[in-house]
């Protein structure tokens, strides 16, 4: 049975930075297309970066040269490091298999002074 367990979330001041963690069993990691999704309170879930298996990249425009997205086969674990955090950053942020019906429980990332 495939898990996806995020943890990294919290609360930081605007100008921060976290590391998600996303930590992944029952699967073979390395075969799949990994995404990091968020959703605000009163928002659609939204794309905020993507990573493929020949580690190419897709991040939401808001996004761009903030965050990176990254994984290792090895731990079975992807990542997402968010620099300059901004309060509309604020969201709780999901894990997920692309193209399938996989997703992790979700961490809450939180931006405020």
């Known amino acids: 049975q495939v898990q996806l367990v995020e943890s990294g979330g919290g609360l930081v001041q605007p100008g921060g930075s976290l590391r998600l963690s996303c930590a992944a069993s029952g699967m073979v990691f390395g075969f799949y297309t990994m995404g990091w999704y968020r959703q605000a309170p009163g928002k659609a879930r939204e794309m905020v970066a993507t990573l493929n298996r020949d580690l190419s990249t897709d991040y939401a425009d808001s996004v761009k040269g903030r965050f990176t997205i990254s994984r290792d086969n090895r731990k079975s674990t992807m990542y997402l490091q968010m620099n300059s955090l901004k309060p509309e950053d604020t969201a709780v942020y999901y894990c997920?298999?692309?193209?399938?019906?996989?997703w992790g429980q979700g961490t809450q990332v939180t931006v405020s002074s």
């Open positions: 997920h298999v692309e193209r399938s019906g996989y």
